[in-house]
């Protein structure tokens, strides 16, 4: 997740290397890891079930170093973007490897305070990554890829050493229709949202590539319900609080994207703010999430997961609302804008995200053995899906333009709002039992 932020921060620094590369070329540095991270991700979950989660979380985190290095130390843009694809492709091993090999470690009444923790890794790296990119970048833009191998290898020494040995699955045919079928799906939807304000809209490749993305989809769906044995099999879905939580979390994460986004364009180019005070000025928001994580498991527990989504969720509202009714443009000075008018919302985006999350990530955890890494890459496509379409509908509210005006900020702030009632709704579909289960 940080090097997702960080790498879009130095993103003018490594054109300016590879100059003359066309922009659509450069391009494909950010999209490359975002699209194949996504298409990824159930394949992955579903091979990780079958092959052995701590197998494939080690083999993907040295997976992930290699590719790290490789790209700081790519001497042309092909090899760099062949080197963010491999990125992408270990990320999706990992991602949903790693929820779901904490779940099983911890009882139903401790998993919310947990999948908290993850969270909170989660957002406080995608916060920070404006202002460790900037700094990076700064020096070298090579150093945002250098800097995950020592990372990479403690992690895989810790791992080696602490991660239990799950059991393998059982051995079965491997669905080659419906594993390419999900990959035509999720891959093609994500590269028209993350396209889109580069090729146009209504341009002819973004329709074409949107449509297969839909008929991919259709089939899928038509897929699943005939053949036996699928990469995504129906029972999934029919896991009480399961699907509320996937379309919750697509709803939260365009949300989310929106936000991010847009608060980043507010403070760089409305307030014309240095990007490492841009940073700075969102830290409020991965701070909250580290506070209110840490008492996720014990809200959970004393008022139910579904009224603790709820709350996370309305408060995700209450924070475009804030924005919307109260933040300026910033041409009026003092600084107040900032602080009386625009970190309220960062702290109750903070409360949304530190409550949400962690309930409907631990949705995963009421799923049978055999399918919780399966079941993690799906939440995890509902993360990565929502976040690209919500970036994707912000630009195209800004029309395009890469520096918005306060007017078209506030049209994604709406946006993000309808959104989050949305995740509002899919808390509200959790049965009480049920969903006090999960913490």
Known sequence: MLDLIAVTIAFPAIGRDFAPAPASALSWVLNGYTVVLAALLVPAGRLADEAG??????????????????????PTLTLLIVARVVQGVAAAVLIPTSLSLALPAFPPRERATAVGAWTAVSAVAASS????????AASDWRLIFLINVPVVLLAVGAGVRLLPRSERGGRQALDLPGTALVLVCVGALVTACVEAPEWGYTAPATLAVLAAGVLAAALCVRHVRRAADTVVHPELFRTPGFAAATLG????????GAMMLGASLLFTDVWHYPVRTAGLALAPWPLTVLVVSALSGRIVGAVGARATGVIGALCFVAATLWWLALADDGQGGGGTHYVAHFLPGLIFAGFGTGLYQPVMFAAAGLLPGRQLSLGSGVLMVSRQAGTALGVAVLVAVMGGRQHPDFGSLRGGWIIAAVTSAGAVAAALTLRRGGARGTG
């Open 53 to 74: 989660r701590r197998r494939c979380f080690l083999t993907g985190m040295v997976l992930f170093g290699l590719a790290s290095a490789a790209c700081g130390m790519a």
């Open 129 to 136: 990554g404006p202002v460790i990119g900037g700094l990076l």
């Open 249 to 256: 979390l697509l709803g939260y994460f365009v949300a989310y």
